[in-house]
């Protein structure tokens, strides 16, 4: 069992910044490849971005490429998504989620790839 257990969001106006973390615990976290996701009232949700176990590789969803960044700190068992240019298209619940090392790249973008998953962090971004 991976734990996981988002923090950082918050309310920021239009074209403002974010950082959100998320801490695992139990299993051995740094052989997890690592998600974000978000949903907005009433929609789907939806990928954001992945990064690989080693931190080698990270993939992006188009409406957020260039505008966030996700990283992780194995050493601290923590991924991040740091989020700039902030819209508010971009206001959701943002989740994190665990996937096994046997998916990879684009494949990642699928909910089901992922084993575990957060509570998740609300972030509104005002007009």
């Known amino acids: 069992q991976v734990q996981l257990v988002e923090s950082g969001g918050g309310l920021v106006q239009a074209g403002g910044s974010l950082r959100l973390s998320c801490a695992a615990s139990?299993?051995?976290?740094?052989?997890?490849?690592m998600g974000w996701f978000r949903q907005a009232p009433g929609k789907e949700r939806a990928f954001v971005a992945s990064i690989s176990w080693n931190g080698a590789n990270t993939y992006y969803a188009q409406s957020v490429k260039g505008r966030f960044t996700i990283s992780r700190d194995n050493a601290r068992n923590t991924v991040y998504l740091q989020m700039a240019s902030l819209e508010p298209e971009d206001t959701a619940v943002y989740s994190c989620a665990a996937a096994g090392t046997r998916y990879s790249g684009s494949s990642l973008s699928q909910a089901d790839r992922y084993d575990y998953w957060g509570q998740g962090t609300q972030v509104t971004v005002s007009s």
């Open positions: 139990g299993r051995t976290y740094s052989y997890y490849n």
